[in-house]
């Protein structure tokens, strides 16, 4: 209130002593009381009234805006707004007109006010044309608020308390009637930008992995950019719509669709206040719940850990640990000083912990190595029937679920077929589309498993329209760890889905095996053909060493 006289210091101050009526937003003796104050120091007036009609704040901004206190951001857990409404002034017009800004709109919803209002202030300081505004549940024209137009205060004369009741009503109805599954909801944003991948594809696998998860996305926001918004990743409006579209749809999260950085990631948390998580983070929560040995939760652990680090930060200094030492020679060890330190402190632990699994995983291959039975380890994008295929040949129990990401720890068992060749068939964990840096560090021992084959099975899911950028992924990861020259045998699986002459066709010209992972008659041709290669294989290092091979072995 600098600059003010004392008159209108006390003025101010009297307003705390008014009682609006419940039966209305507010009295017109009120909003005259609110216009005299405003035009007399050509400045804004807004009060913030809680609904005893108690007013708990009165604000003076300068003579087009006012900027509100901090009112706390924590959410109700059973009323969906905070029980408070915004009653502004407005100078601008001379009292021949009212508008409702940018930002009292966007106080309305990020704040979830009851509502808020914005009165004239007219030539003799009466209050004059007033407009308010609520918050509007799930609608079909998406509309976040609705606007009303008043000439004067006291025509928006109606029971408030009563309004606001059944406006939150219409709010848990609609929310409850979106979410059925008992999941989490959630919204999913994607930033679809010019050679990118194919829009279409992204979010039927990011609806996918959050269905892995247990969240129900319950709306999808796409936005077309040249490119990634630098702060935001979407542009600031989209940010607002976001915002609002939580609000309806009584979202507390928000996944990204693609990466974020460390700084986008704190904008947009900082911007909207809701919980936000992007692609990694959503596929490392994944390995998270369906890691259940000792290494797979190691592991999961250190690369949740590796990619939370550069994302820890802090929001005020409440948490500081204030005057750390003798004299007081200036703050101490803040809070996220001691996460840091607690985590870096962890992730050398894991790191440890992770080259003792991988140094047992060395002795039980070196021990496989000694029986010289040839391995053979099945390699493929998630959800492709890795699992169901060994189950199959091998008789086995590995879990199988219509899920991604339902292998983490790779599984070996013993295959023999009839009287051929026994050979060892291993399972590994499935790969996606740019699978995050820090899972492929991560299980680096348990990837290593993949270099000691002999053999690989690349499996595929033919049935997916998309089976040759799957194709390609799974290639670059094999690449990408150093074995993108290890022999490979090719199998479309699922081809009971697609017409044979399709399957025929698609067979011939990529070279590969058909199958149906859960129909056995149809893999013979397949380990007819694993024997083949590895005979081959077994006959080229023997004849390397000038020694020979019992051929009938591998017949």
């Given at each position: ?466 089976f040759e950028a799957r194709m390609d992924a799974v290639n670059r990861i094999l690449k990408d760890i150093d074995l993108g020259d290890k022999e490979q045998v090719l199998v479309f699986n699922k081809v009971d889905l697609l017409k044979p002459k399709v399957v025929k066709a698609l067979c011939r010209r990529f070279d590969a095996v ?42």
């Open positions: 209130m600098s600059g003010l006289k004392s008159s209108q210091q006390r003025a101010l101050e009297k307003l705390y002593r008014h009682q609006v009526n419940s039966a209305a937003p507010v009295t017109q003796g009120f909003a005259n009381r609110l216009t005299e104050i405003s035009g007399e120091i050509n400045r804004v007036v807004a009060v913030l009234v809680d609904r005893a009609g108690q007013v708990d704040a009165v604000v003076v901004g300068d003579a087009k805006r006012v900027y509100l206190p901090d009112i706390g951001r924590q959410r109700a857990a059973q009323d969906r707004f905070r029980g408070i409404r915004l009653i502004r002034t407005y100078l601008e017009s001379g009292g021949h007109g009212v508008e409702l800004t940018n930002d009292d709109l966007t106080d309305l919803s990020k704040l979830q006010l009851d509502m808020v209002m914005s009165i004239a202030v007219g030539h003799h300081g009466e209050a004059s044309y007033t407009k308010w505004a609520h918050l509007l549940p799930q609608n079909p024209e998406e509309r976040a608020w609705e606007i009303h137009s008043e000439e004067r205060p006291h025509d928006c004369f109606f029971d408030f308390a009563e309004f606001i009741r059944e406006l939150e009503g219409e709010f848990e109805r609609k929310t409850s009637s979106l979410l059925k599954t008992g999941q989490d909801p959630a919204l999913l944003v994607y930033v679809a930008t010019p050679g990118g991948r194919d829009e279409e594809i992204e979010l039927a696998e990011l609806l996918e992995l959050a269905r892995t998860a247990g969240v129900e996305i319950v709306d999808t926001m796409v936005q077309r950019r040249t490119q990634v918004h630098p702060k935001y990743a979407v542009g600031k409006g989209k940010i607002e719509e976001l915002t609002l579209r939580a609000l309806q749809l009584d979202c507390d999260l928000v996944i990204f669709a693609q990466d974020l950085t460390p700084g986008q990631l704190r904008a947009i948390t900082d911007a909207t206040e809701l919980k936000v998580i992007d692609r990694t983070q959503l596929i490392l929560d994944i390995f998270a719940q369906r890691a259940k040995s000792r290494d797979g939760k190691v592991q999961v652990e250190l690369a949740q850990l590796k990619y939370s680090l550069p994302r820890l930060h802090s929001k005020s200094t409440g948490m500081s640990r204030l005057a750390g030492g003798i004299g007081g020679r200036g703050p101490g060890e803040t809070k996220l000083e001691i996460n840091r330190r607690r985590a870096h402190d962890k992730i050398g632990e894991l790191e440890r912990e992770i080259v003792k699994i991988g140094e047992q995983r060395e002795l039980r291959r070196k021990r496989r190595q000694k029986s010289d039975i040839p391995i053979v380890s099945v390699v493929g994008y998630t959800n492709a029937g890795k699992s169901t295929l060994l189950n199959g040949l091998t008789q086995s129990s590995v879990l199988m679920e219509d899920k991604l990401f339902a292998t983490l720890r790779p599984t070996s068992r013993r295959l023999r077929y009839g009287n051929g060749p026994e050979m060892i068939l291993t399972d590994t964990v499935g790969f996606i589309h740019e699978l995050p840096e820090e899972l492929v560090s991560a299980f680096k021992a348990t990837l290593e498993e993949l270099g000691e084959a002999d053999l690989l099975i690349h499996l595929v899911d033919i049935s997916n329209e998309n058909p199958i149906s992972a859960l129909d056995l008659e149809t893999t013979h041709v397949l380990i007819e053909k694993l024997a083949s290669r590895l005979f081959s294989q077994r006959r080229a290092q023997a004849s390397g060493r000038d020694a020979t091979v019992d051929p009938e072995l591998y017949d």
